[in-house]
């Protein structure tokens, strides 16, 4: 007689075992299967706070520099911890410089630039991205090609422009030329793909919407999260820039990166009034950050689409 062969065994439908988070410092698993999420372990948060102190301390070190005399400064080492000499140092800005009309100026400068920025590449970027029209590719084309060349070189003509119009030291010189921007032309119309279903113009063509509707309705709406990083960063574009302005504005009409070259004047630098200036000069950026970095949240938090 044969021998039975003996009878197959079920597969082993029992868990793995659950890896120890003790062996993977940086990696915590919650839960099983799909549910599954991880969370950072103590090396994770360790490197994200390194990295925390590493971006935080310049701005650290402007507030104590500015909170402190130049020879507190001058002393090796240095005091980490902020001075008494902040009020002080923000009047000394104050008379050296016409601190106050160079920020209203930087606002109107940045936020008139922003806004026309935004709007004109989001609509430009929705041509590119979703409506068909002789000569699209070859409009792209050129319009990424000025990223390319270098904006010195540009530099001549474009005074030769406004010193014909008599633009020189007025805001416009400033305003207008930035008004465009290739990359956000290029953004927006890379985002636009990627958020905007063309089935969803198309029913809105169905219902009788013509493009203008599309855009303001449609269009704006789907486009908030990228229209707040690119305002974000063409107004930080904007309120940092000094090569121009300071070319086509002079000292009685200037922005606050112009403002802050007359500051800590005299045959020593003084360093903490500088500092206090360039104090004075990032708080709006920092505003204008929060702003907008909530509302890129609450874009994505809302989703693309609404139903």
Do not use: H
Request: with cysteine.
């Amino acid at each position: 007689m044969t021998a039975l062969a003996p009878p197959p065994t079920a597969p082993d439908k029992r868990r793995p075992p659950r890896e120890q988070p003790g062996k993977r410092p940086w990696l915590l698993r919650k839960g099983d299967g799909a549910g599954r999420t991880m969370t950072g372990g103590w090396i994770s948060y360790l490197i994200l706070g390194i990295a925390l102190l590493i971006s935080a301390f310049p701005f650290y070190w402007t507030i104590v520099a500015a909170s402190r005399s130049n020879a507190d400064l001058a002393q090796v080492p240095p005091s980490l911890l902020p001075g008494p000499n902040l009020i002080k140092n923000f009047e000394a800005v104050l008379e050296e410089a016409d601190i106050g009309k160079a920020l209203l100026n930087s606002l109107i400068v940045s936020g008139s630039i922003t806004v026309g920025t935004v709007l004109s590449c989001t609509l430009a970027g929705f041509a590119f991205a979703k409506l068909r029209f002789r000569g699209r590719g070859a409009l792209l084309t050129l319009t990424i090609g000025t990223m390319m060349i270098p904006p010195q070189l540009g530099v001549i003509p474009l005074f030769m422009l406004i010193a014909e119009l008599q633009w020189v030291n007025q805001l416009q010189a400033v305003i207008l030329p930035g008004l465009v921007s290739a990359f956000g032309v290029f953004f927006m119309r890379q985002y636009l793909i990627q958020s905007l279903p063309d089935e969803l113009i198309e029913a809105a063509r169905v219902d009788g919407a013509s493009t203008a509707r599309i855009f303001w309705s449609i269009v704006i709406p789907i486009a908030r999260p990228g229209m707040a990083v690119l305002g974000m960063l063409t107004f930080m574009t904007a309120w940092n820039d000094f090569f121009w302005p300071v070319i086509a504005l002079s000292s009685q009409e200037p922005t606050v990166q112009v403002a802050l070259r007359q500051l800590g004047g005299g045959y020593v630098n003084d360093q903490s009034v500088i500092m206090a200036g360039t104090l004075l000069g990032t708080l709006p950026v920092l505003l204008v950050f929060g702003l907008l970095g909530r509302q890129i949240v609450g874009g994505i938090m809302q989703g693309a689409v609404k139903g």
